[in-house]
Protein backbone atom coordinates (compact mmCIF):
# COMPACT_ATOMS: atom_id res chain seq x y z
CA UNK A 1 0.00 0.00 0.00
CA UNK A 2 2.56 2.59 0.59
CA UNK A 3 4.11 1.68 -2.89
CA UNK A 4 0.73 3.00 -4.73
CA UNK A 5 0.80 5.93 -1.88
CA UNK A 6 3.92 7.24 -3.10
CA UNK A 7 3.10 6.40 -6.98
CA UNK A 8 -0.78 7.55 -6.61
CA UNK A 9 0.06 10.67 -4.77
CA UNK A 10 3.30 11.87 -3.78
CA UNK A 11 5.33 11.50 -6.86
CA UNK A 12 2.05 13.02 -9.17
CA UNK A 13 2.30 16.14 -6.00
CA UNK A 14 6.12 16.70 -6.96
CA UNK A 15 5.56 16.20 -10.86
CA UNK A 16 3.23 19.19 -10.32
CA UNK A 17 5.14 21.25 -7.77
CA UNK A 18 8.12 20.78 -9.93
CA UNK A 19 6.67 20.71 -13.28
CA UNK A 20 8.38 17.72 -14.09
CA UNK A 21 7.01 14.34 -15.40
CA UNK A 22 8.60 11.20 -13.65
CA UNK A 23 5.62 9.14 -13.07
CA UNK A 24 4.92 9.77 -16.72
CA UNK A 25 8.37 8.71 -18.27
CA UNK A 26 8.32 5.82 -15.42
CA UNK A 27 4.91 4.47 -17.02
CA UNK A 28 6.49 4.89 -20.41
CA UNK A 29 9.40 2.93 -20.10
CA UNK A 30 7.32 -0.05 -18.59
CA UNK A 31 5.57 -0.18 -21.80
CA UNK A 32 9.17 0.08 -23.34
CA UNK A 33 10.14 -2.84 -21.85
CA UNK A 34 7.39 -4.97 -23.65
CA UNK A 35 8.64 -3.81 -27.45
CA UNK A 36 9.92 -6.16 -29.63
CA UNK A 37 12.86 -5.83 -31.63
CA UNK A 38 11.20 -3.99 -34.91
CA UNK A 39 9.93 -2.16 -32.42
CA UNK A 40 12.50 -0.85 -30.43
CA UNK A 41 14.57 0.14 -33.81
CA UNK A 42 11.45 2.15 -34.76
CA UNK A 43 11.56 3.91 -31.48
CA UNK A 44 15.21 4.46 -31.46
CA UNK A 45 15.03 6.02 -35.01
CA UNK A 46 12.60 8.13 -34.75
CA UNK A 47 14.20 9.60 -31.50
CA UNK A 48 17.28 10.37 -32.83
CA UNK A 49 15.52 12.24 -35.81
CA UNK A 50 14.27 14.28 -33.05
CA UNK A 51 17.19 15.24 -30.84
CA UNK A 52 19.11 15.67 -34.46
CA UNK A 53 16.92 17.83 -35.95
CA UNK A 54 16.56 19.70 -32.50
CA UNK A 55 20.19 20.39 -31.85
CA UNK A 56 20.52 21.82 -35.54
CA UNK A 57 17.70 23.97 -34.75
CA UNK A 58 18.06 25.04 -31.36
CA UNK A 59 22.12 25.36 -30.76
CA UNK A 60 25.10 27.35 -32.21
CA UNK A 61 27.38 24.10 -32.00
CA UNK A 62 25.69 22.17 -34.71
CA UNK A 63 23.47 24.84 -36.71
CA UNK A 64 25.73 24.69 -39.84
CA UNK A 65 25.11 20.75 -40.09
CA UNK A 66 22.95 19.98 -43.04
CA UNK A 67 20.70 16.71 -42.21
CA UNK A 68 20.30 13.68 -44.77
CA UNK A 69 16.69 13.62 -44.85
CA UNK A 70 14.87 10.99 -43.13
CA UNK A 71 17.77 8.84 -42.61
CA UNK A 72 19.12 9.61 -39.00
CA UNK A 73 22.10 7.39 -39.06
CA UNK A 74 23.18 9.16 -42.24
CA UNK A 75 23.02 12.37 -40.62
CA UNK A 76 24.33 10.80 -37.55
CA UNK A 77 27.96 10.86 -39.47
CA UNK A 78 28.24 14.60 -39.96
CA UNK A 79 28.19 15.51 -36.44
CA UNK A 80 31.99 15.64 -35.29
CA UNK A 81 32.75 13.21 -32.05
CA UNK A 82 32.60 15.32 -29.36
CA UNK A 83 35.30 15.12 -26.40
CA UNK A 84 35.83 16.21 -22.66
CA UNK A 85 37.92 18.71 -24.08
CA UNK A 86 35.27 20.03 -26.49
CA UNK A 87 32.78 19.58 -24.38
CA UNK A 88 34.19 21.77 -21.63
CA UNK A 89 35.29 24.21 -24.25
CA UNK A 90 31.59 24.31 -25.95
CA UNK A 91 29.47 24.43 -23.08
CA UNK A 92 27.43 27.61 -24.17
CA UNK A 93 27.37 26.82 -27.79
CA UNK A 94 25.99 23.34 -26.77
CA UNK A 95 22.86 24.45 -24.69
CA UNK A 96 19.43 25.10 -26.42
CA UNK A 97 19.32 28.67 -27.19
CA UNK A 98 15.82 30.37 -25.20
CA UNK A 99 15.77 28.02 -23.14
CA UNK A 100 15.46 28.53 -18.99
CA UNK A 101 15.91 27.34 -15.45
CA UNK A 102 18.72 24.59 -15.71
CA UNK A 103 20.43 22.66 -13.25
CA UNK A 104 23.60 22.21 -13.95
CA UNK A 105 25.34 18.03 -13.30
CA UNK A 106 28.77 17.36 -12.71
CA UNK A 107 30.33 14.16 -13.87
CA UNK A 108 32.61 12.38 -10.80
CA UNK A 109 35.13 12.61 -13.16
CA UNK A 110 36.16 9.02 -12.70
CA UNK A 111 38.63 9.44 -15.96
CA UNK A 112 40.43 12.50 -14.35
CA UNK A 113 38.80 14.99 -16.22
CA UNK A 114 35.71 16.54 -15.42
CA UNK A 115 32.50 18.05 -17.36
CA UNK A 116 29.27 19.65 -16.55
CA UNK A 117 26.04 19.43 -18.46
CA UNK A 118 22.82 21.53 -18.24
CA UNK A 119 19.45 19.58 -18.11
CA UNK A 120 15.99 21.26 -17.50
CA UNK A 121 13.07 19.64 -15.30
CA UNK A 122 11.95 17.51 -18.82
CA UNK A 123 15.34 16.04 -19.22
CA UNK A 124 15.55 15.25 -15.35
CA UNK A 125 13.11 13.50 -15.14
CA UNK A 126 13.67 11.49 -17.95
CA UNK A 127 16.60 10.60 -16.79
CA UNK A 128 15.48 9.24 -13.49
CA UNK A 129 12.67 7.63 -14.58
CA UNK A 130 14.89 5.13 -16.54
CA UNK A 131 16.86 4.30 -13.95
CA UNK A 132 14.07 3.36 -11.23
CA UNK A 133 12.81 1.70 -14.68
CA UNK A 134 16.50 -0.28 -14.37
CA UNK A 135 16.00 -0.93 -10.56
CA UNK A 136 12.65 -2.67 -11.05
CA UNK A 137 14.12 -5.06 -13.24
CA UNK A 138 16.30 -5.80 -9.89
CA UNK A 139 12.65 -5.89 -7.63
CA UNK A 140 12.60 -2.55 -7.02
CA UNK A 141 9.47 -0.94 -5.84
CA UNK A 142 9.25 2.68 -4.92
CA UNK A 143 9.22 2.81 -1.35
CA UNK A 144 11.09 0.02 -0.78
CA UNK A 145 13.99 0.54 1.82
CA UNK A 146 17.44 0.79 0.77
CA UNK A 147 20.72 1.84 1.44
CA UNK A 148 22.78 3.74 -1.07
CA UNK A 149 26.43 5.29 -1.09
CA UNK A 150 27.18 8.00 -3.34
CA UNK A 151 28.83 11.56 -3.21
CA UNK A 152 26.21 13.78 -2.13
CA UNK A 153 26.81 13.93 1.98
CA UNK A 154 25.14 17.22 2.76
CA UNK A 155 21.51 15.83 2.92
CA UNK A 156 19.24 19.42 2.58
CA UNK A 157 16.09 19.85 3.79
CA UNK A 158 14.64 18.13 0.47
CA UNK A 159 17.31 15.46 -0.05
CA UNK A 160 16.42 14.73 3.82
CA UNK A 161 12.66 14.48 2.97
CA UNK A 162 12.87 12.79 -0.29
CA UNK A 163 15.27 9.57 1.88
CA UNK A 164 12.59 9.77 4.34
CA UNK A 165 9.41 9.30 1.93
CA UNK A 166 11.62 6.32 -0.19
CA UNK A 167 12.70 4.27 3.10
CA UNK A 168 16.78 4.89 2.03
CA UNK A 169 19.46 4.96 4.51
CA UNK A 170 22.23 7.37 2.27
CA UNK A 171 25.34 6.70 3.09
CA UNK A 172 29.12 8.91 2.11
CA UNK A 173 31.11 7.06 -0.29
CA UNK A 174 34.00 9.79 0.51
CA UNK A 175 35.33 7.53 3.40
CA UNK A 176 34.12 4.45 4.94
CA UNK A 177 34.52 3.88 8.41
CA UNK A 178 33.98 0.23 9.37
CA UNK A 179 32.16 1.69 12.41
CA UNK A 180 30.10 3.34 10.41
CA UNK A 181 29.35 0.52 8.00
CA UNK A 182 29.38 -2.08 11.09
CA UNK A 183 26.35 -0.25 12.95
CA UNK A 184 24.49 0.25 9.83
CA UNK A 185 24.80 -3.45 8.78
CA UNK A 186 23.96 -5.11 12.41
CA UNK A 187 20.84 -2.65 12.43
CA UNK A 188 18.95 -4.04 9.06
CA UNK A 189 20.65 -7.76 9.82
CA UNK A 190 17.59 -9.81 10.59
CA UNK A 191 16.00 -7.89 7.43
CA UNK A 192 16.16 -9.31 4.31
CA UNK A 193 14.05 -6.97 2.14
CA UNK A 194 16.62 -4.43 1.49
CA UNK A 195 18.49 -3.32 -1.62
CA UNK A 196 21.96 -1.99 -1.54
CA UNK A 197 23.00 0.16 -4.14
CA UNK A 198 26.24 2.12 -4.60
CA UNK A 199 29.48 2.12 -6.35
CA UNK A 200 31.31 -1.31 -7.13
CA UNK A 201 34.23 -0.21 -5.28
CA UNK A 202 32.18 0.91 -2.36
CA UNK A 203 29.94 -2.00 -2.20
CA UNK A 204 32.79 -4.36 -1.77
CA UNK A 205 33.83 -2.24 1.29
CA UNK A 206 30.22 -3.32 2.60
CA UNK A 207 30.98 -6.67 1.78
CA UNK A 208 34.57 -6.83 3.30
CA UNK A 209 33.30 -5.55 6.95
CA UNK A 210 30.30 -7.95 6.95
CA UNK A 211 32.60 -10.66 6.25
CA UNK A 212 35.52 -9.38 8.83
CA UNK A 213 32.67 -9.44 11.58
CA UNK A 214 31.17 -12.34 10.47
CA UNK A 215 27.67 -10.78 10.12
CA UNK A 216 24.93 -12.85 8.66
CA UNK A 217 23.54 -10.33 5.53
CA UNK A 218 20.99 -10.93 2.91
CA UNK A 219 20.08 -8.25 0.79
CA UNK A 220 17.27 -8.33 -2.03
CA UNK A 221 19.53 -7.59 -4.55
CA UNK A 222 22.68 -5.45 -5.34
CA UNK A 223 22.60 -2.94 -7.62
CA UNK A 224 26.34 -1.76 -8.83
CA UNK A 225 26.99 1.45 -10.26
CA UNK A 226 29.11 4.65 -11.14
CA UNK A 227 32.62 2.28 -11.43
CA UNK A 228 33.97 -0.71 -12.44
CA UNK A 229 32.60 -4.51 -11.19
CA UNK A 230 35.27 -6.69 -11.00
CA UNK A 231 34.90 -10.58 -11.26
CA UNK A 232 36.42 -10.44 -7.70
CA UNK A 233 33.65 -7.59 -6.38
CA UNK A 234 30.94 -9.57 -7.61
CA UNK A 235 32.53 -12.52 -6.33
CA UNK A 236 32.70 -11.10 -2.68
CA UNK A 237 29.64 -9.49 -2.78
CA UNK A 238 27.50 -11.87 -3.53
CA UNK A 239 28.76 -14.58 -1.24
CA UNK A 240 28.65 -12.21 1.77
CA UNK A 241 25.55 -10.80 0.98
CA UNK A 242 23.64 -14.30 -0.37
CA UNK A 243 22.08 -12.40 -3.73
CA UNK A 244 22.93 -12.00 -6.98
CA UNK A 245 24.42 -8.28 -7.89
CA UNK A 246 23.83 -6.22 -10.92
CA UNK A 247 26.00 -3.98 -12.81
CA UNK A 248 24.58 -0.83 -14.21
CA UNK A 249 26.40 1.64 -17.08
CA UNK A 250 25.87 4.54 -17.42
CA UNK A 251 27.03 7.85 -16.76
CA UNK A 252 26.49 11.70 -14.55
CA UNK A 253 26.25 13.85 -17.91
CA UNK A 254 22.69 11.72 -18.67
CA UNK A 255 23.18 8.60 -20.41
CA UNK A 256 21.67 5.17 -19.19
CA UNK A 257 23.86 3.05 -20.87
CA UNK A 258 22.94 -0.59 -20.11
CA UNK A 259 22.02 -2.88 -17.92
CA UNK A 260 22.43 -6.44 -16.55
CA UNK A 261 19.62 -8.59 -16.07
CA UNK A 262 19.22 -12.06 -16.91
CA UNK A 263 22.16 -12.39 -19.22
CA UNK A 264 25.95 -12.40 -18.94
CA UNK A 265 25.82 -9.26 -21.12
CA UNK A 266 24.29 -5.68 -20.23
CA UNK A 267 20.90 -4.57 -22.35
CA UNK A 268 21.41 -0.91 -24.47
CA UNK A 269 18.82 1.22 -23.37
CA UNK A 270 18.50 1.83 -26.99
CA UNK A 271 15.54 4.51 -26.97
CA UNK A 272 17.59 6.51 -24.85
CA UNK A 273 21.14 6.62 -25.57
CA UNK A 274 22.47 5.46 -29.48
CA UNK A 275 25.96 3.72 -29.27
CA UNK A 276 28.94 3.50 -31.54
CA UNK A 277 32.01 1.89 -31.08
CA UNK A 278 34.77 3.50 -33.25
CA UNK A 279 38.74 3.02 -33.67
CA UNK A 280 41.13 6.05 -32.65
CA UNK A 281 40.55 7.86 -36.05
CA UNK A 282 36.61 8.07 -35.15
CA UNK A 283 35.89 5.06 -37.75
CA UNK A 284 33.12 2.47 -36.71
CA UNK A 285 34.64 -0.98 -35.42
CA UNK A 286 32.92 -4.24 -36.53
CA UNK A 287 30.28 -5.73 -33.73
CA UNK A 288 33.20 -8.36 -31.64
CA UNK A 289 35.81 -5.92 -32.21
CA UNK A 290 36.91 -3.59 -28.96
CA UNK A 291 36.89 0.12 -29.66
CA UNK A 292 36.04 3.53 -27.85
CA UNK A 293 32.61 4.08 -26.49
CA UNK A 294 30.79 7.41 -28.24
CA UNK A 295 27.01 7.62 -27.46
CA UNK A 296 24.15 10.00 -28.30
CA UNK A 297 21.87 10.88 -25.57
CA UNK A 298 18.08 10.73 -27.56
CA UNK A 299 16.28 12.31 -24.51
CA UNK A 300 18.43 15.29 -23.60
CA UNK A 301 16.80 18.48 -25.41
CA UNK A 302 18.32 21.10 -22.63
CA UNK A 303 21.99 20.86 -24.21
CA UNK A 304 22.31 17.78 -26.82
CA UNK A 305 24.89 15.30 -26.37
CA UNK A 306 25.95 13.95 -29.43
CA UNK A 307 28.70 11.81 -30.28
CA UNK A 308 30.43 12.13 -27.04
CA UNK A 309 33.11 10.04 -26.55
CA UNK A 310 32.65 9.27 -23.00
CA UNK A 311 36.33 8.01 -22.16
CA UNK A 312 35.42 3.83 -22.19
CA UNK A 313 36.12 1.07 -24.24
CA UNK A 314 33.68 -1.62 -25.42
CA UNK A 315 32.57 -4.25 -27.46
CA UNK A 316 29.06 -4.79 -28.92
CA UNK A 317 27.83 -8.01 -29.28
CA UNK A 318 27.57 -9.45 -32.77
CA UNK A 319 24.02 -10.18 -33.73
CA UNK A 320 24.70 -13.79 -34.63
CA UNK A 321 25.93 -14.21 -31.15
CA UNK A 322 22.33 -13.01 -29.43
CA UNK A 323 20.86 -15.58 -26.70
CA UNK A 324 17.24 -16.85 -28.48
CA UNK A 325 15.70 -16.72 -24.66
CA UNK A 326 16.09 -13.73 -23.04
CA UNK A 327 14.09 -11.05 -21.24
CA UNK A 328 14.22 -7.96 -23.52
CA UNK A 329 14.40 -7.04 -27.14
CA UNK A 330 17.46 -4.32 -26.33
CA UNK A 331 20.70 -4.85 -28.17
CA UNK A 332 23.49 -5.90 -26.49
CA UNK A 333 26.52 -4.80 -25.23
CA UNK A 334 29.11 -7.64 -24.70
CA UNK A 335 31.52 -5.65 -22.42
CA UNK A 336 32.89 -2.67 -21.08
CA UNK A 337 36.77 -2.39 -21.21
CA UNK A 338 37.63 -0.38 -17.63
CA UNK A 339 40.42 1.13 -15.96
CA UNK A 340 42.04 -0.56 -12.62
CA UNK A 341 39.61 1.73 -10.35
CA UNK A 342 42.03 0.94 -6.94
CA UNK A 343 41.49 2.38 -3.54
CA UNK A 344 43.65 4.35 -0.73
CA UNK A 345 43.86 3.16 2.42
CA UNK A 346 44.84 5.16 5.85
CA UNK A 347 46.41 3.65 9.14
CA UNK A 348 43.69 4.55 10.97
CA UNK A 349 40.90 2.03 8.74
CA UNK A 350 39.35 4.60 6.83
CA UNK A 351 38.90 3.20 3.02
CA UNK A 352 39.21 6.00 0.09
CA UNK A 353 37.28 5.12 -2.92
CA UNK A 354 37.58 6.75 -6.26
CA UNK A 355 35.01 8.91 -5.79
CA UNK A 356 36.23 10.41 -2.39
CA UNK A 357 38.76 11.83 -5.11
CA UNK A 358 36.99 12.93 -7.61
CA UNK A 359 33.64 14.27 -5.54
CA UNK A 360 35.95 17.20 -4.36
CA UNK A 361 37.92 17.47 -7.56
CA UNK A 362 34.78 18.19 -9.89
CA UNK A 363 34.66 21.39 -8.14
CA UNK A 364 38.14 22.22 -8.90
CA UNK A 365 38.36 24.43 -11.90
CA UNK A 366 42.00 24.83 -11.16
CA UNK A 367 42.89 21.34 -11.93
CA UNK A 368 42.43 20.14 -15.57
CA UNK A 369 43.50 16.31 -14.51
CA UNK A 370 44.49 14.63 -11.55
CA UNK A 371 46.28 11.12 -10.24
CA UNK A 372 46.60 9.61 -6.88
CA UNK A 373 49.68 7.32 -6.24
CA UNK A 374 49.95 5.78 -3.22
CA UNK A 375 53.09 3.71 -2.16
CA UNK A 376 52.42 3.49 1.53
CA UNK A 377 50.21 4.09 4.55
CA UNK A 378 52.12 6.87 5.65
CA UNK A 379 49.86 9.21 2.70
CA UNK A 380 49.69 9.91 -1.41
CA UNK A 381 51.19 11.85 -4.25
CA UNK A 382 48.71 13.46 -5.91
CA UNK A 383 49.89 14.36 -9.80
CA UNK A 384 48.05 17.21 -11.21
CA UNK A 385 47.50 18.95 -14.57
CA UNK A 386 46.77 22.97 -14.46
CA UNK A 387 44.37 24.76 -15.78
CA UNK A 388 44.48 27.95 -17.26
CA UNK A 389 43.33 29.64 -14.09
CA UNK A 390 45.62 27.47 -11.92
CA UNK A 391 46.10 29.16 -8.49
CA UNK A 392 48.90 27.37 -5.62
CA UNK A 393 46.29 28.17 -3.13
CA UNK A 394 44.37 25.65 -4.17
CA UNK A 395 46.16 23.37 -3.03
CA UNK A 396 45.83 23.53 0.98
CA UNK A 397 41.92 23.91 -0.10
CA UNK A 398 42.24 20.28 -1.45
CA UNK A 399 44.12 19.23 1.52
CA UNK A 400 41.66 20.38 3.79
CA UNK A 401 38.77 19.18 1.96
CA UNK A 402 40.23 15.24 1.96
CA UNK A 403 41.24 15.53 5.18
CA UNK A 404 37.61 15.90 6.39
CA UNK A 405 37.28 12.38 5.07
CA UNK A 406 40.38 11.07 6.37
CA UNK A 407 40.40 12.98 9.41
CA UNK A 408 43.98 11.70 10.22
CA UNK A 409 46.38 14.51 10.06
CA UNK A 410 49.43 12.46 10.22
CA UNK A 411 48.21 10.91 7.04
CA UNK A 412 50.75 13.42 3.75
CA UNK A 413 48.75 14.38 1.04
CA UNK A 414 51.66 15.96 -1.46
CA UNK A 415 51.18 17.41 -4.98
CA UNK A 416 53.57 16.94 -7.87
CA UNK A 417 52.69 19.25 -11.43
CA UNK A 418 53.22 16.94 -14.42
CA UNK A 419 52.73 17.57 -17.77
CA UNK A 420 51.03 15.03 -18.84
CA UNK A 421 48.89 11.58 -17.19
CA UNK A 422 49.35 8.08 -18.97
CA UNK A 423 46.40 6.12 -19.33
CA UNK A 424 46.11 2.75 -17.72
CA UNK A 425 46.34 -0.71 -20.47
CA UNK A 426 42.23 0.28 -21.19
CA UNK A 427 43.36 3.87 -22.73
CA UNK A 428 41.68 5.77 -20.27
CA UNK A 429 43.15 7.91 -17.24
CA UNK A 430 43.79 5.64 -14.15
CA UNK A 431 42.80 7.83 -10.86
CA UNK A 432 44.15 5.45 -8.28
CA UNK A 433 47.63 3.80 -8.80
CA UNK A 434 48.19 2.18 -5.95
CA UNK A 435 51.28 -0.14 -4.90
CA UNK A 436 50.68 -1.52 -1.30
Not at 74 to 87: A, D, I, R
Request: hydrophobic share 35%.
Amino acid sequence: MYNNFLEKIIIPLGDFLNKSTFKKDLIKWRNIDQLNTLELEVLQKNNLFKILTHAVNNTKLYNHIELVEKNPYKSLKEFPVLTKEKLRESTDKLITENIKKLTKISSSGSSGVSSSVYMNSRDLSTLRAGLIHWWEWYGYKLGNPIIQTGISPNRGFLKKTKDYLFRTIYVSAFAHSEVQILTILQKISKKKYYILVGYASSLNVFANVAENNNLNIQFKSVISLGDKLFNHYRKNIEKTFKCKIYDTYGSAEGFLIGAEFDLPFMYILSPQCYIEILDDNDNPVPNGIMGNIVVTRLDGFAMPLIRYKIGDLGILLPKEKYPINRKFNYPLLQQIVGRDTDIVKTKNGKTLVVHSFTGVFEYISDIKQFKVVQKSLDGILIEYIKAESFNKNILPTITNKLQQSIQDNSFKIDYKEVKSILPSKSGKPQIIKSYL
